[in-house]
């Protein structure tokens, strides 16, 4: 059997499924490879090579559901994996709002291109990713000197493919490539701090794969900003979260979009759609095709044909992530079961620029630690990075704590940065708050 296609053996799932009985299923055949290497003091650390194939069906019998998964590909394997499927499925309680994706939501998906995969990552052989790591590791001891604690770099390259099925029509093949380099240093400073800073660069294809040098010497001038961190008194000042960072904090205002938070009553965002929720900067599209994103889709996990979606417009709230289960629950349309790429409308000013409009603020480079009540909004979360002073950027600063509650923050935001941070599928430029409360000395 593991000489069949996953089509093959999709179909071969569904079909099963259905002559037990089950009228309604989903399949999912996958296939993976990843390979790394950690360099450490100019030799490999550590290697890793994992390849995983799988098969998962979900069964649907008049509200009972189950879900399962199996590795062994083996015909009398699959029949047995089969048969305690239907018999899990037949022992569950039935839940009413459990049913198959509506047919209808998979209608109008777009046959495009979205570039996801590139040959030539599955092409990259072991001494290309030993010469890539080696190279960004003396690249970032070169750069720190005799500040030089402890450098890694790790190389790493990964490939994928599904096929979907479900018994109601759907069907749906993707294939996507990863490549990326990733170094991070620790440098001597006074009284035995060990500041440590770190680079990234990759993407879908090996042509998105910056110089290995410039990663390692990137890693140390994350460092370096770290140098001489002096701790400061509590202040309310104006903030700037560098776009590198600024996920973290958009996260507690994107968790409070999830369909489930909603139905029990966790989010603090009900009650608020079509309804003002912070600045008029605000506005965060999900857009899934675009090309080479590491988000980016033609379905959602369902099924559910991908389509911009505005999550937040000027300002307003427009659309919480709403799948099929939480939407019969709900009563509401669904719109998908989560994010594809986000981008944030970026604003016409660098970093630099919108520093050089802030007397005195701080710009935040990094959290640590620290939660968000998805219920009520409220946060804290510690922080570290740089003194804004007459319009310059100073001196680094750390031990600050940020606190607050979402459902203000965001009609603080005065300024948007033109500088998303491209290596995510959030896509997210530097953000600038009014009149930010820091906990310091």
């Keep these: 059997m593991s000489n069949l296609s996953n089509e093959q053996i999709g179909q071969m799932i569904i079909d099963g499924a259905k002559k037990r009985g089950i009228k309604d299923s989903k399949a999912v055949v996958g296939e993976s490879r990843s390979v790394s290497v950690i360099f450490r003091k100019g030799i490999p650390d550590k290697v890793e090579d994992s390849s995983r194939r799988s098969v998962s ?14 590795n062994d590909f083996r015909k009398e394997a699959l029949e047995s994996f089969l048969d305690s499927a239907v018999a899990m499925t037949k022992a569950m309680v039935p839940d009413p709002f459990r049913e198959i994706t509506d047919p209808k939501l998979y209608e109008g998906r777009e046959d495009i291109d979205l570039e996801l995969y590139d040959e030539n990552v599955e092409k990259f052989t072991g001494s290309m990713r030993n010469e890539a790591a080696l190279e960004a590791e003396q690249a970032a001891l070169s750069a720190a000197g005799d500040k030089a604690l ?7 390259t990964s490939i994928g493919s599904s096929y979907k099925i479900h018994s109601n029509g759907f069907s749906g093949k993707e294939k996507g490539s990863q490549i990326w380099l990733y170094t991070e240093i620790s440098l001597k400073d006074e009284g035995n701090k ?8 990759g993407g879908r294809f090996v042509t998105e794969l910056g110089s290995p040098k410039d990663v390692g010497i990137g890693a140390v001038k994350q460092a370096s900003l770290k140098l001489g961190t002096q701790k400061i008194s509590t202040r309310k000042c104006p903030m700037i979260v560098e776009n590198r960072t600024a996920g973290r904090l958009l996260g507690g205002l994107l968790g409070a979009t999830s369909g489930r938070a909603l139905q029990q009553k966790s989010s603090f965002l009900d009650g608020m759609k ?9 506005t965060i599209t999900d857009s899934p095709f675009i090309k ?22 000027n300002g307003v709230f427009k659309n919480f992530y709403v799948d099929t289960y939480y939407a019969k629950k709900l009563q509401v349309p669904p719109t998908f ?9 970026p604003g016409q000013k660098s970093l630099e620029e919108l520093a050089a409009e802030i007397n005195n603020g701080i710009l935040v480079r990094g959290f ?6 998805g219920t009520t909004g409220d946060f804290s979360l510690g922080v570290y990075g740089t003194l804004i002073e007459n319009g310059v950027i100073t001196t680094p600063v750390s031990e600050l704590n940020i606190s607050g509650n979402h459902k203000e923050l965001w009609h603080k935001l005065a300024a948007v940065g033109n500088d998303p941070w491209k290596l995510s ?10 009149e930010i409360q820091f906990s310091g000395n």
């Design 57 to 70: 069906v979900t069964l649907y019998d008049n509200g009972k559901y189950s879900s399962s998964t199996s």
């Design 150 to 156: 402890s450098a890694e770099s790790s190389m790493e």
């Design 194 to 201: 060990r500041p440590s800073g770190w680079e990234i660069s």
């Design 274 to 282: 079509d309804k003002t929720a912070g600045s008029s900067l605000l």
């Design 292 to 313: 080479r994103g590491l988000g980016s889709r033609l379905y959602d996990s369902e099924g559910i044909s991908a389509r911009p979606m505005a999550v937040f417009e």
């Design 337 to 345: 079961g989560g994010s594809s790429n986000l981008i944030f409308t």
């Design 368 to 373: 640590i630690g620290g939660n968000t009540n």
């Design 425 to 434: 599928s959030k896509q997210i430029p530097s953000l600038v708050f009014d």
